[in-house]
């Protein structure tokens, strides 16, 4: 089942794909143009997923309840990393993310906490201090 | 003879102690920054330029000190690949393929082992290659046009569906998912904007290497809190701590095969190191593998294609000093630093500044002496990390990875997208895709589809260029015989396994 | 732990080094590290520095994306009025401006000064049958598509509108010059070495990058894209000597914010104007192939807008834009 659902998006992507492609022109350029490799490379992958719907191997299992709710709440966790960490600045957002992450990942509070100052002064220091790469250290209100 | 006299006149410029002193140092840093993932080679290199100037060193010492790293780079990325199954950078993706099979089933020091070895006769090879034929190499590379690098990618995707043990056609598609990523961006030929819809963010395309931390770093922390409830904690038998003499001699001649075939494609700049260990290991499997063990921990499957990734970054160094063709990431950014150490790497560079060339090519046999040394002594205290529990490794090198993208890039953009490719990373490995060819096809698709396009501009149109040079004839001879050995060889298997039972 | 403490023990070597960085003035390289932006960026922030124009060294930000385009509207939008900031830009970056493929026109920043520039020229193999610029249009003229040109931009940029140009000067009409083939490589070595590989008969590109090829013999400058005969080679004949009313340079220097104040932007065009006099500058971009040229100020400003006006007008002639 799952590979059918699989091969049907990957169908209507490589449809997509290679019409969006077959839009692409330059008024000049070479022979070729943008739009002929992408073309190109639609076709086949949509023979291809055809097989996926055709043919599909056994389901995987997915998961389900706990397990589920975690990976979620993981990728909520490095979303708002990534949306908040130039408001929030470095040394806060990744203290919050990598302690909330190690919670999730099966430790204690407390551990997960020292872990996540540990981490977040370390890779700062390395990064910003060392390796002359600047980060946004402090809150967007605070700098 | 002369050539001996040269190389013994560079030992003595990198001999002096401060060069040593560099080059250990040097070799030490590259082989940290090649193991963090996100960090690769090409920004390790180009973020340590200024400490080499803060420095204040002479030409020759800063060169040292930045090939060194190079180098060290070039083993780190192994690390990761066969600790985390996270590429420490873009040739170290077939490592995974083998070493962390190996690790999983509690061989990390061998495979450790192995890949150190490897990487130094890899390495080794490129630099005698360097010092005895540097120029004449280059004058044949120079033939390589653009019909026959296009001969080369099309080689590889043929051979593409053989390379893990699962479905073949998942694997294809795959590889064509990732040349369908890698044309996202400005066409480079016309500057048309394709797939970008409307955002600045996209008009580069995807950084490869945000792409391999998604997919293989943040998956890999999905498919661990999924499974976490039913594992016992740790993981990963340890094994032994010091690896075996008879473990390190199973990679056999597979060394030697990946150093020749690594070092071909890193002397043609439009190949690189990569394509080098991809076709390394592509060619080991064909070689050798008799009982369909390669993707599931076979030695040679990680001796191959890290003598292939070591083999080829030496071997790039050849275009970039006597022609100034840089053939991948990191030698452009040598390059740049070669320029901006006042020295012109081009057809004039051995004549007119042999102590800087030879003083490099002899801290390129010190750098490999001491990476050896400085790696095997090393294997215990990397495989020791495994031990580590998951909620500390897990976040860390999640959080190493955004920063050396965002450090880099500076768009959080970037990190948006690649959560983005770890969801689909996920997804992909549920269903058994491998994610190596993704790669593969994002690292090589932009250069296919450019390849292509050149050969046909210079021919006005004319598809029959593509079947003009004998080199690319040869290459398509080549593909074509592989193609039917592998319908051979499953054709036997199946025959095989009917009338065995 | 291990993995901790080894990074510490690395931020303890690099501390020792003394590679500290502080608040400072800001150069962002709207390219990777490695490309000639990136350069621009740490030459330059380093003189800076080296002959105390500024208190601190100066931090290389690295923004890459859309041949400068990212960097332009994180500027344009974020950081129009801040002081510390000075960003790398070229006649690459103009030309992007006036095919309409940044966020905004010439007129949202505010242009510092430019501090060198590469000068365009044609290379041929040295065994070439051609000898001269008369010998090219020749060829061209009786078939467009009769010379395989190559170059390190993509059709549409500044290497092969220079080379229309020249076609342009010579009296070939838009529909034929329309027609000559050109193959995109990715910078202007790689060009050559396919050139020298028999792929193609012409290069048109910067000289900096390939200038070990004519001094090696293996090329020849068919004709320089500048007003006077290049330094380093005096002998290769210009393009206006040979009749064809034709240049094409390749300037490096800086644009900032357009919110900054006149006293910021004046100081920027003063320790620049400084850094230019020094022979530290002179000898850094000889080493990489650069003419030292200044202008600065309102008449950088004037030049950049009538550049962009011209390239703009050659794009529509040549139907880069519509």
Known sequence: ?143 | ?501 | MTVISRTLGAAVVFASLGAFQAQAAECIAPADPGGGWDFTCRTVGKLLHDLDLVDEPVQVTNMPGGVGATAYANVMSKRADDDSLLVATSTVGVTQIAQDKYPAGTDVMRWIAMLGTDVGVLVVPADSEMEDLDDLVEALKEDPGSVPTAGSSGAGGWDHIRLLMLADAAGISAEDYKQIRWVQFDGGSPAVTQMLGGQVDLVSTDLGEIAGFVESGDIRILAALSDDPIPAFPDAPTAIEQGYEVTGYNWRGFYTGGEVSDEVYESWVERLSDLYESDEWKEAARSSGLVPVWRGGEEFEAYVNEQAEQMNQISREIGVIE
């Open chain 2, 1 to 501: 003879m002369e050539t001996l006299n040269l190389l013994a006149d560079g030992f003595a410029v990198a001999l002096t102690p401060t060069n040593l002193m560099l080059a250990l140092l040097g070799c030490f840093l590259g082989t940290l920054i090649g193991s963090l993932p996100g960090l690769g080679p090409v920004n390790g290199v180009a973020i340590l330029i200024p400490v080499a100037f803060s420095l204040e060193l002479d030409p020759t010492s800063a060169l040292i000190l930045l090939s060194c790293i190079y180098y060290g780079c070039m083993y780190g990325g192994r690390i990761s690949s066969i600790l985390l199954n996270i590429p420490g950078d873009e040739p170290a993706i077939m490592t995974t393929l083998d070493g962390y099979p190996m690790a999983k089933a509690g061989k990390a020091s061998e495979a450790l082992a192995i890949s150190a070895v490897a990487s130094f006769i890899g390495a080794t090879f490129a630099t005698i290659g360097l010092t005895l034929f540097a120029p004449m190499l280059a004058s044949v590379a120079i033939h390589f046009g653009p019909s026959d690098y296009f001969a080369l990618y099309v080689m590889a995707f043929a051979t593409i569906g053989g390379i893990t043990g699962a479905n073949p056609f998942k694997t294809l598609i795959a590889a064509f998912l990732g040349l369908m990523i890698a044309s996202v961006g400005l066409d480079p030929g016309t500057g048309v904007a394709r797939f970008t819809f409307d955002s600045f963010h996209l008009y580069d395309g995807f950084d490869p290497i945000v792409a391999i931390v998604g997919l293989f770093a943040i998956s890999e922390v999905l498919m661990y809190l999924e499974k976490m409830d039913q594992l016992p904690d740790k993981m990963v038998p340890l094994g032994r701590a010091i690896p075996k003499m008879k473990d390190i001699l199973s990679g056999g001649w597979a060394y030697m095969r990946g150093s020749v075939i690594g070092f071909v494609s890193g002397v043609l700049p439009g190949a690189g190191a990569s394509l080098g260990a991809f076709l390394s290991y592509i060619g080991e499997q064909r070689w050798s593998d008799k009982d369909g063990s390669f993707g599931k921990g076979n030695p040679k499957g990680v001796a191959a294609p890290e003598a292939g990734n070591n083999s080829a970054s030496g071997g790039a160094l050849i275009p970039m000093l006597t022609l100034g063709v840089p053939g991948s990431g990191t030698t452009a950014v040598m390059l740049a630093l070669l320029i901006s150490l006042n020295i012109q790497p081009g057809p004039l560079l051995f004549e007119r500044q042999p102590d800087i060339v030879w003083g490099l090519i002899a801290a390129l046999y010190i750098a490999n002496v001491v990476l050896l040394l400085l790696n095997i002594p090393l294997i215990s205290l990397f495989t020791r990390m495994l031990s580590m529990p998951q909620w500390i490794l897990m976040p860390f090198v999640v959080m190493v990875s955004f920063m050396g993208i965002y450090s880099i890039s500076h768009s959080t953009f970037d990190l948006l997208v690649m959560v983005g490719f770890g969801v689909l990373g996920y997804i992909l490995r549920k269903i058994g895709v491998s994610l190596v060819p993704i790669i593969l096809g994002l690292l090589l698709g932009a250069d296919m589809e450019n390849n292509l396009r050149r050969s046909l501009s210079i021919s006005d149109g004319n598809f029959a260029i593509l079947f003009q040079s004998p080199i690319a004839l040869t290459l398509y001879a080549i593909t074509a015989i592989m193609l039917c050995l592998s319908f051979y060889l499953a054709f036997r298997k199946r025959r095989g396994a009917e009338s065995a039972p």
């Open chain 1, 1 to 143: 089942m799952t590979d059918r659902i699989v091969g049907l998006v990957l169908l209507a992507a490589a449809i997509w794909y290679g019409l969006t492609a077959g839009t692409y022109e330059a008024s000049f350029g070479d022979p070729l143009g943008p739009a002929a490799f992408p073309v190109m490379l639609s076709v086949p992958v949509a023979v291809l997923s055809l097989f996926l719907l055709l043919r599909p191997d056994a389901n995987p299992d997915w998961p389900r309840g706990a397990a589920l709710l975690r990976q979620l709440a993981a990728i909520c966790i490095l979303v708002s990393y990534a949306l908040l960490l130039e408001r929030l600045g470095f040394l806060l957002i990744t203290f919050v993310a990598v302690a909330l992450l190690g919670r999730l990942l099966g430790s204690q509070w407390h551990k997960s906490a020292v872990s996540g100052a540990v981490v977040s002064l370390v890779l700062f220091l390395t990064f910003d201090r060392v390796l002359g790469l600047p980060l946004p250290a402090l809150p967007e209100f605070m700098s």
